[in-house]
């Protein structure tokens, strides 16, 4: 039989083969995360008539005599250009710009895909929703830490649904304490025997009071929670001077207040606690702060301010302390007064607090995810937290992967080993939230393949034609 004949055949077996990948490409065009493939064709054996002969001194040399047998499929390659991004407003849906697939498990197998449909199932899994895969990724730990070399794991949030609470421990001020106000002094006075305590309750304008001197008439200064001294209940006014004072006359100054600011705190059960801070002028430029939780005077949120005279800026602090107060059923509040950023003008008073570190328990509200594909969560509380990260793989070959069906591919043995682990880190992409990378087909580019393709297969049907048509002339010299 006539080779053309058989290369003919080999022809239309392999443009109907390009056709069929064409015709998989124009399927694909609106297909989420989908890679074109091109086909690439190579000749075939050539079959030699007679071989090649080297130049001599006295004749030059000869070409060989081959004959083509036909062509073949030389390769059908994937084409892993990046599609364009459609914007979708959903913030699981996920693509990524730059090399890169997401990792998706299915029991121990993971394949790869570069199609980001994401969303959460019912219990909390993170997961692909075209065939329930699940995305692979780092967790972050209990305070929101992910680390970058952690485990690749399924991303599973059911542990994260809620944001534990966590007590105050350092409250900030800041603004201004009015220089132009006075001390607010008030006097009262007593007669004190050795034989029983003197209950004297002062009757300032306002309470609370935050600084009492008990002087004898004789000049002696009782000291405050002395066996010898005197105690105050600075909420209720009442002076108590101890029964082993000297007996005396005594003579108690005491001052209110110029200005008090309010803050809501949270111990360790997430409870709400009020703190009162109260700032005493006792001198120029210097302040005594008096600290109440819950109407209780705490000794730790007492100390003394001292002011630049010049610049009105914070010199010293003796706010050294924490104010430590038991709570039934929960830690003990333990916090800072930091009053750093306090100033001291010829102003109104607008000091207060800036910042309290504490919170209550709080719920799962929402998730956003950004371009480091770290899904943060949102609590009822006002925090928001890391709770994990989305990893991606690149390989050294990934026009080698194998396709696996529903937009997945699998490693294979030309593709090199995944490069895996976050995105935005050595060569991988980076993550673009709220969008989906669609289809790289040209349909332009397919339609032209597909004129050239379908040339080329009524090419090679004409040599089968002609070939029969020759074979038929040399039936016929034998009539």
Request: aromatic share 8%; net charge negative; glycine share 10%.
């Amino acid at each position: 039989m006539m080779r053309s004949l058989f290369a003919g055949v080999s022809g239309l077996k392999n443009h109907q083969t390009r056709m069929d990948v064409i015709g998989n490409n124009i399927a694909n065009v609106n297909t989420v995360g989908y890679k074109k493939s091109r086909v690439a064709f190579q000749d075939m054996l050539s079959q030699t008539l007679r071989g090649a002969s080297s130049p001599t001194t006295t004749r030059g040399g000869i070409n060989p005599l081959q004959v083509g047998l036909g062509m073949s499929l030389a390769s059908i390659d994937v084409v892993h250009t990046s599609g364009s991004f459609e914007s979708t407003g959903k913030n699981t849906d996920l693509s990524i710009e730059g090399e890169g697939f997401f990792m998706l498990g299915n029991g121990d197998n993971i394949y790869y895909s570069r199609a980001g449909s994401f969303d959460f199932d019912f219990n909390m899994s993170f997961y692909n929703k075209s065939n329930g895969m699940f995305v692979k990724g780092i967790l972050a730990d209990a305070s929101g830490v992910i680390n970058p070399k952690g485990d690749i794991v399924d991303i599973n949030l059911a542990s994260q649904l809620s944001s534990p609470p966590h007590a105050t421990s350092n409250i900030d001020f800041a603004k201004n304490l009015d220089s132009r106000v006075v001390a607010q002094i008030g006097t009262d006075s007593t007669a004190h025997t050795t034989e029983s305590t003197t209950n004297v309750t002062l009757s300032p304008a306002s309470l609370p009071i935050t600084k009492v001197i008990v002087e004898a008439s004789g000049g002696t200064l009782l000291t405050e929670d002395a066996a010898d001294g005197f105690s105050v209940d600075y909420t209720t006014g009442e002076v108590t001077i101890a029964a082993g004072a000297v007996t005396e006359n005594y003579t108690i100054t005491y001052q209110t207040p110029n200005y008090a600011t309010s803050v809501s705190i949270f111990d360790s059960k997430g409870d709400v606690h009020t703190a009162n801070v109260y700032y005493t002028k006792v001198a120029a430029n210097t302040w005594e702060i008096d600290t109440t939780i819950d109407n209780i005077f705490n000794a730790g949120g007492k100390g003394t301010l001292n002011f630049d005279p010049v610049t009105g800026k914070l010199l010293s602090s003796s706010m050294v302390d924490k104010a430590i107060q038991p709570v039934a059923g929960a830690a003990d509040l333990n916090f800072s007064l930091d009053f750093a950023n306090a100033t001291e003008y010829a102003g109104d008073f607008t000091i207060t607090y800036t910042a309290q570190n504490g919170y209550t328990a709080g719920d799962l509200q929402g998730i956003s995810v950004d371009t480091r594909g770290v899904l943060t969560g949102t609590f009822s509380n006002g925090q928001r937290r890391d709770l994990a990260q989305v990893t991606i793989a690149t390989f050294s070959n990934p026009a080698g992967l194998e396709k696996a069906g529903n937009n997945l591919y699998q490693a294979s043995n030309n593709a090199g080993e995944p490069n895996r682990g976050v995105p935005g880190i050595a060569g991988r992409g980076i993550i673009k939230p709220e969008t989906l990378e669609m289809s790289n087909v040209d349909l332009s580019q397919e339609f032209v393949d597909m004129i050239v393709t379908q040339r080329g297969f009524q090419a090679n049907s004409r040599i089968i034609t002609t070939s029969d048509q020759i074979l038929e002339e040399l039936v016929n010299l034998r009539r």
